[in-house]
């Protein structure tokens, strides 16, 4: 059932509540593919009934980002949702989400504001105010579908980390159940962004995770000091590559690490042809 006003959604999911059934919620903007399926179905197998949201949050995107170009395919993303067993995809338009006026500044707007040791790093370091528009915008889906249960991918673990510190300081009544990167055969992680890639963009963009894997293997090897850890990603980089961060983090705190352990999370963004990629893996 494709819904597009709050009030119906709230309507559908008191309905099912007052049968005792729990609800699931698969937030994303769109333009899905099977990263966002395997949320999906882990969502549909583990609640009676699932919510997928769809929407282009407007208020996460910095200026000079891609809002306007940011891919849009609600109709093949409502049939991969129905296929799936979804019983609701929720598709607001921003003017339902935010009023007419709202979302052009944040003067008009009660915003959620995660903690600046979370997000002066990584993909917050570049993209400011972005991560008051997550959480502003996850909050609100929280409060509309009121889920038991919300799931969410580790391709933006800076975003599950900081959703799930949300969650824990605003004692909000919801589990996250955080879920696997899927990634291409070739090692490339899904992502809606990969559409603006051509094929010769999408070769160089294997960079990412095999800069990633590398890593990885050498840590396993016994190599712990993250300076050394680092040099090793030059050797997969070249003109075509524009690299924003490559840090090591807890996977949990987001602390930044000096010597690397089975808690620390390696993050990687670079940009490929003009799109900016992200990556992570857990050593
Ligand atoms: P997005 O539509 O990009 O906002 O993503 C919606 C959700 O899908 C987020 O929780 C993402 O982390 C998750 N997601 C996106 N790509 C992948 C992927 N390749 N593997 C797993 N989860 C993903």
């Excluded at 004692?171 to 899927?182: A, G, K």
Aim: charged share 25%.
């Amino acid at each position: 059932m494709l819904l597009h006003k709050i009030n119906e959604v709230r309507t559908q999911v008191k309905e099912w509540k007052k049968q005792g059934l729990t609800v699931g919620l698969v937030p994303t903007m769109g333009a899905l593919h099977n990263g966002h399926l395997s949320l999906i179905k882990k969502a549909v197998e583990k609640c009676d009934r699932v919510v997928v949201s769809v929407f282009v949050n407007p208020i996460q995107f910095c200026p000079g980002e891609d809002l306007d170009k940011y891919p849009r395919t609600l109709e093949a993303d409502n049939k991969m949702c129905e296929d799936a067993g979804v019983s609701i995809v929720f598709a607001p338009t921003p003017t339902e989400m935010y009023g007419q006026n709202q979302m052009r500044t944040n003067d008009f707007l009660t915003y959620v504001i995660p903690p600046f040791f979370y997000v002066n790093k990584l993909c917050g370091k570049s993209r400011v105010g972005h991560f008051d528009g997550v959480c502003t915008v996850v909050n609100k889906l929280f409060n509309i579908v009121n889920p038991d249960y919300a799931f969410f991918g580790e391709k933006d673990a800076q975003q599950l980390i900081i959703i799930q510190k949300m969650v824990q300081d605003l004692n909000i009544d919801v589990e996250i159940i955080p879920c696997p990167i899927v990634r291409e055969e070739s090692g490339l992680a899904l992502s809606s962004r990969n559409k603006y890639l051509s094929d010769d963009d999408k070769i160089q963009a294997l960079a990412l995770s095999k800069i990633l894997n590398n890593i990885k293997n050498c840590y396993d090897k016994g190599i712990t000091d993250v300076k050394a850890l680092k040099e090793t990603a030059f050797q997969f980089l070249n003109e075509h590559h524009e690299l924003e961060y490559l840090e090591f983090c807890d996977s949990e705190t987001l602390e930044e690490k000096q010597t690397a352990d089975s808690k620390t999370r390696v993050f990687i963004a670079c940009k490929v042809g003009g799109v900016r990629l992200i990556d992570n893996i857990l050593l």
